[in-house]
């Protein structure tokens, strides 16, 4: 099969001039050498096509693939991660991962909590903060916790974002409404147990590829998985897989907001434990790393004794499954 691959390479846009924390969400070089050799090794021939826009470029000079392998995380704007799966639906060719739907819905925090909720699954309470007035406005008791409405790999999520006292929302959130110009999510600060669960498969056939419990060591920020802690996971954080009974919880839970949101082929739902000790949807990512050692859903899989070449065929097989309902009538 001939496999096109689209991403945004880190170092292309830290070459503009972007910012280390603007660029975080995208791709490393290694990420897109390891999956392509991944892909390679399963017989497949690859084609490296690179961002939206040069997806745009290769698509009018007539160039087509069998299957793309997306990764394009987009830069800008609410729709950001549904750009390429879209001008791929447009021209009716088969890509991995979620549809244009779901990775505009999943981006965006509170509409996906309003889903979530809807379909009955616990989720914490929460209020959306577009102005300084609308953070003076919130109810909801403390603790609390303020974050990006729309961001992800922990972007603008630091210690301070816990809130235990009535003037630091106003402060961080005001701090975040400025730095990021889009609403902040706050929401009810759960004490218990962090964990996210990797999904491999699509509907009924989708699985639990492992339970991943996030370990603060010493010289981490405290309490909280962090952007700083994230970004420096190798020495601040350990990593375990949760086989216990809110392990098992979690992944019910976490099966359960796949499914309903309709999330494909594999990526990863967090999920944290209230005072009580049961699990709540905290957030849900469809369109996750996949950097070998250092993203969560390659690292749990790795402990789960799924191989990164086998995570990238699991990948492959659900979304091959999806070939013969692509095929255009006619080619555009």
Request: aromatic share 6%; glycine share 8%.
């Amino acid at each position: 099969m001939r496999v096109g691959l689209t991403y945004d390479l880190r170092d292309d846009y830290l070459a503009e001039g972007y910012s280390e924390e603007e660029t975080a969400e995208l791709d490393r070089a290694d990420t897109i050498d390891a999956i392509e050799a991944a892909l390679r090794s399963l017989g497949h021939a690859t084609d490296r096509i690179g961002h939206g826009r040069q997806l745009v470029a290769r698509l009018a000079a007539g160039d087509r693939w069998d299957l793309v392998f997306n990764l394009a995380e987009g830069l800008a704007g609410s729709g950001r991660e549904a750009l390429v799966p879209a001008l791929l639906d447009l021209y009716a060719i088969p890509y991995t991962f979620s549809d244009p739907l779901v990775l505009a819905l999943t981006l965006d925090k509170a509409m996906t909590k309003r889903v979530v909720r809807d379909l009955g699954l616990a989720t914490p309470a929460f209020v959306v903060a577009a102005s300084p007035e609308d953070l003076a406005a919130v109810s909801l008791p403390l603790p609390l916790f303020v974050k990006p409405l729309a961001e992800g790999t922990s972007k603008g999520i630091s210690a301070r974002s816990r809130i235990t006292e009535p003037d630091a929302l106003a402060q961080v959130g005001g701090e975040l409404l400025a730095r990021f110009r889009q609403p902040v999510l706050v929401e009810t600060y759960l004490p218990g147990r962090e964990l996210t669960v990797g999904i491999l498969g699509t509907g009924a056939e989708a699985r639990v590829a492992g339970v991943l419990e996030v370990e603060l060591l010493p010289a981490a920020e405290p309490e909280v998985y962090t952007y700083a802690n994230k970004e420096r996971c190798e020495e601040l954080v350990s990593y375990r897989l949760a086989a216990d009974d809110l392990g098992q919880a979690a992944a019910d839970l976490a099966l359960a907001v796949w499914r309903g949101l309709g999330c494909r082929d594999a990526g990863r739902v967090d999920v944290r434990a209230d005072a009580f000790g049961r699990p709540q949807f905290m957030e849900i990512n469809p369109l996750a790393g996949l950097h070998p050692q250092h993203s969560d859903l390659p690292i749990m899989c790795t402990l789960a004794g799924v191989s990164y070449p086998e995570l990238i065929a699991a990948i492959m097989t659900s979304a091959g499954r999806r070939l013969p309902e692509a095929t255009p009538r006619v080619r555009p």
